[in-house]
């Protein structure tokens, strides 16, 4: 298989090779050929023992070679672990943070002995601070290094600044790095004087650190019969790794397992979930680069996953994982089919792999993949699964299922393989046609009828991870290959299947059911198969921009990317970018069963919107418009392979996430194609999708002249306002309400900045007419309708032209809708909602205004009726507003006074008082409305709201209305003894004032209903006092005033002050039968309030001696309590 295509990062220049930069135009040496050769494939102890001896030259080419020499590895290694803050991308990426270094000369004595690198680098501290020298060690081997230190704090994933800047200095400036052979070809030259004299200058260099270790193996080399003396030879540092040792880059294990633990633990965070993502990105980018470090790095990942305690915390409480954390497990699912279909691995690998997935995958904790997904659906048979079967079926094939979970279709990846013979002829070439081979075993096509290849040897999501694999293992070319046998395959199903419903079609529709086709979706699925064929073909398609950024897995600025027609060779035509829209439309089309659970549900949507983004990213020229136009067609014709099929099953998967690109990208090319697709659409399921589309059409009719800014403010509000997850519902989808919601709102601004308005003649309402009776027929949502109802209004009303009658009528027969759906269901918006129909009714004039009053019972609640649309329907800015005369405006007042007293009738508790104020002016409604209050007293109604309207009446300068009605009120009132803080109190009080005000005949009235309602001692003697204070005002029939208070020894106060002193008794012999010695003092103090009570009366003095007799003498056990009130009262 041909290697990776390179590509060049921004600050990550090739460079010239070591050695080859003076050389440049001349042929290298044929010395340096072959070290290369070598330094890549062979350790060097495997050239020691191939040769008995090997030359000093040949020797340090060798190991000059043998350093790597693409600055793009180093920065692969260097370039994870740390997510810079946004607009910080590049200073603080480690390999920018070392180049920098190494350009700023900061790189010192630079050393290579044999295999191993060193140097010192010195870097600037923080201001007042001195400079930091970091001393480097890095180890390599065949290209490759193998291990590193540096003496900064740094703990990251990979390389520091540090190691990147001695790294890319020994890259770019490898002749000026001072090269010696490994360590123990030097020592091998000395004598036994100079090797002495080495380890002696050795020790004292450095006694402090090695002294003990020098004096331990001189101690093991003098015993004979040491270990050490058993071991031929001794170790090299220098000398690079052995025959043995595994060849690949350092890796710091514990540090990403470490990593990886404290993300999960905050996996709450954003953060943590895009860090944890971005290691997924480097595993894919190592696996692109051939790095056995891929694998190794994913199963220190997915051990770490394993081990995250919330799963276990999960399973116990029988709850789901969150959404990210559910995410994360999906794509560690989706790289680990990618690793073991890897088609260059070897088999040991790969069964170690599987052994390592197997035992995951029976762990309790592993999770569970979601949804009703089946690996060995044949997903590109034309067959016709019906899903009609009884519950006792769908039961035993549950309880039969084997336990699914997210390494289960990894472990089934292992089962496939690469050396199908026609799947090799796909993969070789471009030009393989059918006279090179026959049929797959006899029975299967292997090309189509025009002779291009197809593959039918596996299930289309099973192929599609083909093709991921492909790509994702740095084979672009084949990749691109099968994606196009997979695309002719898909074609020729599809053709199939037409020729199918076509006989079956009478019958279907005359049924009026139908079946799917499958019951595992594309869209959504775990291997996400279109996903992965559409970034295929238009990676294929898109223009290399430089510079690239260094830092891919981290968040940059975005910028529209462009792509390119790029012809698919042997198919004259086609491109690669006509092929990827016309799959992900065949996928967003497909007709499929709605997932099981919210989460897989939750899956369809989210993979919807990523292809709506791939797709969006494509300008349309004319060649793609054709695809839409020709898909679209086929998608209204497909039948029950189709989502837009005239007969749907049931519980498919909607489809107005596609009806919405379909829509915006064929109005301005074939209007009629796009509102055909979106009338089917809307017809498919009681959906908002309707609501979309009358919104662009009601637009399109009143709004010729609204300006490119508007809209653009219009379609950030409506995107953000109906933002939202689809949860899926038997009866109402909620994820369907979302996105007509969507559909519409983009499409409608889209349109108008392109100014593709039409001009509707007569004729160009039958789209009109049909949208608006889908939307009767399919929309249930009331605020959806209410949406679209306020848009139709907005439309109909500019600012500067005329308001459009007919687009009003429309948003005023919606409005209506919405007010009889919502009427017995009230919503937090119903408030907003009836102001604006008032509103609406308004622009249109009094006519409707005066018919929704009229019509208020089977629209509006009493309380709505009376308080919202009367009120709002006659206050001045109405008035002005319609532009009434006198006459027009009594009928409009009139029209209000009559729903007003019709509101009272109903609900006399919540509109007496609005019916009053309604009918303040017209003395005739007004006694209607007073009578209907006097009515409902009778009939019950509360006493605090007659009090309320009583005050009312006082406000408006009719006591004796007011008296009338506090009378009643008291007559329902009931105020036990030890109900001082009542919430009548202070109506009571205004009560007493009212009538002692009107004078003695209405006091001497009211004093009797006082006596029966009020049982408080407190409250009686406070009315008591209230009314000695001052004489009682002028009488009903205009007596004079009084000169002087009344008496308390005189009626009608002296049954008031019985009735006090009485209650005070009463409630002393009750508060007596439980007390406690901590209520003794409020008791006290109760006592005291009653004496002053007590002596209002000429007997005042006896009675309440004769009063404390009595208590002391009755309760005579509570000694200390009596010693109280000896000590008080005497």
């Avoid at 026959?438 to 289309?460: A, R, V």
């Avoid at 594309?522 to 992965?532: A, R, T």
């Avoid at 698919?568 to 092929?579: D, F, I, N, R, T």
């Avoid at 109005?667 to 309707?690: C, E, G, N, Q």
């Amino acid at each position: 298989m041909e290697p990776p295509a390179a590509k060049r990062s921004r600050g990550c220049p090739a460079g010239d090779e070591p050695g080859t930069g003076a050389r440049r135009g001349r042929p290298e040496p044929l010395l340096d050929l072959s070290a290369k050769r070598v330094a890549e494939s062979w350790a060097f102890e495997q050239v020691e023992e191939r040769f008995s001896r090997v030359p000093e030259p040949v020797q340090k080419r060798i190991v000059f070679w043998s350093f790597p020499r693409s600055e793009r590895e180093i920065c692969m290694y260097s370039s994870l672990g740390y997510q810079p803050p946004e607009g910080e991308q590049d200073t603080r990426v480690p390999f920018t943070r070392g180049l920098h270094l190494l350009q700023s000369g900061a790189v010192d004595r630079v050393l290579q002995v044999g295999f191993h690198l060193s140097g010192n680098i010195r870097e600037l501290g923080a201001p007042g601070e001195p400079e930091h020298l970091y001393h480097v060690s890095i180890s390599f081997d065949r290209c490759k290094i193998t291990s590193v230190s540096c003496g900064c704090d740094n703990r990251d994933l990979f390389y520091c600044a540090h190691v990147v800047a001695l790294s890319l200095y020994r890259i770019r400036h490898a002749h000026q790095v001072e090269l010696r052979l490994p360590i123990s070809e030097t020592l091998s030259q000395m004598n036994r004087n100079q090797l002495q004299k080495f380890v002696q200058y050795l020790i004292s260099a450095h006694h402090t650190e090695v002294l003990p270790t020098a004096q331990r193996l001189a101690d093991e080399i003098l015993l004979l019969g040491s270990e050490i003396n058993l071991v031929h030879g001794a170790p090299d540092p220098t000398a690079g790794a052995g025959t043995e040792d595994a060849n690949c880059w350092h890796l710091d294990e514990e540090q990403i397992q470490e990593q990886v633990k404290q993300l999960l633990s905050n996996g709450g965070h954003y953060g943590a979930s895009q860090q944890l993502r971005s290691m997924f990105s480097k595993v894919r980018e190592m696996l692109r680069a051939r790095d056995s470090n891929g694998a190794r790095m994913l199963i220190l990942m997915t051990e770490q996953f394993l081990q995250d305690p919330r799963l276990a915390l999960w399973r116990q409480q029988g709850a789901g994982m969150t959404d990210k954390c559910r995410q994360l497990w999906d794509e560690l699912g989706a790289l680990w089919v990618c690793v073991i279909l890897s088609p260059h691995c070897k088999p040991d690998e790969r069964s170690g792999w599987l052994q390592l997935l197997g035992a995951w995958d029976k762990l309790d904790v592993c999770p569970l993949e979601e949804g009703n997904y089946s690996f060995d659906i044949p997903g590109l048979q034309p067959t016709l699964t019906s899903r009609t079967g009884s519950e006792d079926e769908e039961e035993e094939v549950a309880a039969t299922s084997p336990r699914r979970t997210v390494f289960s279709r990894a472990l089934q990846a292992g089962e496939l393989h690469w050396n199908d013979s026609h799947l090799q002829r796909i993969l070789a070439s471009d030009s393989c046609g059918p006279s090179l081979t026959g049929n797959m075993g006899g029975d299967k096509p292997t090309f189509d009828p025009q002779g291009h290849p197809i593959w039918l040897g596996e299930p289309f999501p099973t192929a599609c991870a083909r093709v991921d694999t492909l790509r994702a293992h740095g084979y672009p070319h084949k990749a691109l290959r099968l994606a196009c046998a997979i695309v002719n395959t898909l074609r020729l199903q599809r053709r199939h299947q037409l020729e199918n419903y076509k006989q079956q079609k009478k019958e279907l529709l005359q049924k009026g059911a139908t079946c799917l086709t499958s019951t595992e979706g594309w869209v959504g699925h775990p291997l996400d198969p279109i996903g992965c064929l559409c970034r295929a073909l238009l990676e294929a398609c898109r223009l290399e921009e430089e510079p690239h950024s260094l830092y891919p897995d981290l968040p940059t600025e975005k910028r529209k990317l462009s792509y390119q027609h790029v012809p698919v060779p042997g198919s004259p035509g086609e491109s690669y970018l006509a092929l990827a829209l016309e799959v992900a439309l065949l996928g967003l089309g497909q007709q499929r069963a709605l997932p099981e659970g919210l989460y897989a549900q939750d899956k369809v949507v989210r993979n919807e919107e990523q292809l709506l983004a791939l797709l969006e990213e494509v300008e349309l020229d004319e060649r793609l418009v054709q695809v839409l136009r020709k898909q679209a067609g086929l998608l209204l014709e497909g039948g029950p392979f189709s989502g837009f099929g005239e007969v749907i099953f049931r519980e498919s998967v909607p489809m107005h996430t596609c009806a919405r690109y379909l829509f915006a990208a064929l109005l301005p090319h074939d209007p009629d194609l796009a509102f055909r697709l979106a009338l089917r659409a809307m017809s498919i399921s009681k959906t908002v999708s309707a609501f979309c589309l009358v919104q662009m059409v009601l637009q399109e009719m009143g709004d010729e002249s609204r300006k490119r800014e508007d809209l653009d403010r219009k379609l950030q509000f409506h995107m953000q306002g109906f933002k939202g997850t689809w949860q899926k519902d038997a009866q109402d989808s909620g994820r369907e309400l979302r996105e007509g919601c969507q559909v519409i709102q983009l499409h409608l601004c889209w349109c108008s900045n392109c100014g593709l308005y039409y001009s509707f003649h007569p004729g160009d309402t039958k789209w009109l007419h049909a949208v608006l009776g889908s939307v009767q027929q399919n929309i249930h949502s009331p605020a959806l309708l209410f949406k679209l109802a306020q848009d139709a209004c907005k439309t109909a009303t500019p600012a500067s032209a005329p308001p459009d009658t007919m687009l009003l009528g429309i948003a005023l027969e919606l409005g209506l809708q919405v007010m009889r759906m919502t009427l017995n269901t009230m919503t937090w918006r119903r408030r907003e909602m009836v102001r604006w129909l008032v509103s609406c009714a308004t622009e249109i004039g009094p006519p409707a205004l005066m018919s929704i009053m009229k019509n208020w019972y089977s629209l509006f609640t009493p309380v709505e009726a009376v308080t919202i649309v009367a009120v709002t329907g006659t206050t001045h800015a109405t008035l002005l507003r319609l532009q009434l005369d006198t006459a027009g405006r009594e009928e409009l007042w009139a029209c209000a006074r009559t729903l007003a007293l019709q509101c009272a009738m109903k609900d006399p508790q919540n509109c007496a008082l609005p019916a009053l104020t309604l009918c303040e002016k017209n003395h005739a409604a007004f006694e209607a409305a007073y009578q209907i209050v006097l009515d409902a007293a009778a009939g019950g109604l509360g006493h605090a709201h007659l009090f309320t309207v009583a005050r009312y009446m006082e406000h408006r300068g009719l006591p004796l209305r007011a008296y009338k009605l506090a009378t009643l009120a008291l007559a329902q009132l009931s105020i036990a003894f030890n109900q001082d803080s009542h919430p009548a109190v202070n109506d009571v009080l205004w009560a007493c004032s009212l009538s002692h005000s009107l004078g003695r005949h209405e006091l001497s009235a009211i004093v009797p209903l006082i006596i029966r309602s009020i049982h408080c001692a407190p409250m009686l003697s406070d009315i008591l006092r209230r009314w000695t204070l001052s004489a009682p005002g002028l009488g009903p029939l205009g007596a004079r005033r009084a000169t002087k208070p009344l008496g308390t020894d005189r009626a009608p106060l002296c049954q008031l002050l019985d009735a006090a002193v009485a209650a005070y008794i009463t409630t002393s012999h009750s508060r007596l039968t439980h007390i406690s010695p901590r209520h003794y003092g409020d008791f006290i103090e109760f006592l005291g309030k009653a004496r002053e009570t007590f002596l209002l009366a000429p007997d005042g003095h006896l009675q309440f001696a004769q009063f404390l007799e009595s208590l002391k003498q009755t309760y005579k056990g509570k000694k200390k309590l009596m010693l109280l009130v000896r000590e008080r009262f005497g």
